[in-house]
């Protein structure tokens, strides 16, 4: 080996040595804070024949709450003390409507929305924090509407504008309606049904929560239930199911930075 060759591997060690010492003090610092998790092994599954959900969160109404994360969590005498929470989770959502000679127009919505609760802390996006205070964010929800003109209004179809170019039902006669878009982007009024579907997803959300300093416990509470629960009696049928899911939390420090957009 050449003096050169022995002089650039002399540099390599160093630098190598020179990182391990920079890094060495920020792992000790990450593993100083707390942290706790929880993990439901509750699994949701779809039957692949008829579409149904189990298990399921009954009944089947807005509030119905079910517990992912029940926990306290004690954080440091400090200024800046930040809980990092984040649930995340499967979610599944059945959405049933049926139609009939006297049932024209049929709508199902049923939504997951998951909630964190922290005892004597602020939880982001909430703006006024409180004893108890609460966030919740919207996991997954589906709006579902069918309507028919089939059954009821054979005569006025067949009399009406089928076949003719149009933008929205307004520009149908009789019975008809303004069907979908074609490959071109060309709608037509038809004679037929309607099904409209929406839908939001989220599966996994950083809830952030500033806890003052006192050296005690909070208590951090992780719940999912249903949300705008609609449908059409008789003829529609909702269910939601969540699992499996874990929930961590993770006790950090607020820095200044003059980029951030995290107020509090």
Known sequence: MTKEEKTMTTKKSFWVFALAMLSAPMAFAQSSGNFDAAVSPTVC????????????C??????TECVLLDTTIKTSNASGNTLLI??????GLFTSTKLSTTVNTATADIGVKVCVQVEGGRVLPNETPNAADTSCVVYDQRFQQISNTLFSNVALCAAGN??????SDANCTGGTVCGPPDLTGMQTCTCGFDLTLSTLSAHSYNFVAQVPGDNKPHHVRATWKLTGVNQTLGSSNVAACVG???VTVTQTKIFSNSGSSLSF
Do not use: R
């Open 45 to 56: 599954t779809l039957n692949s024949t008829t579409g149904t959900l189990s298990p399921l």
């Open 58 to 63: 009954l009944p089947t109404s807005d509030g």
């Open 162 to 167: 089928a076949g003719t170019v149009c933008t």
């Open 86 to 91: 984040t649930p995340s989770a499967v979610t």
């Open 244 to 246: 499996p899911a874990d």
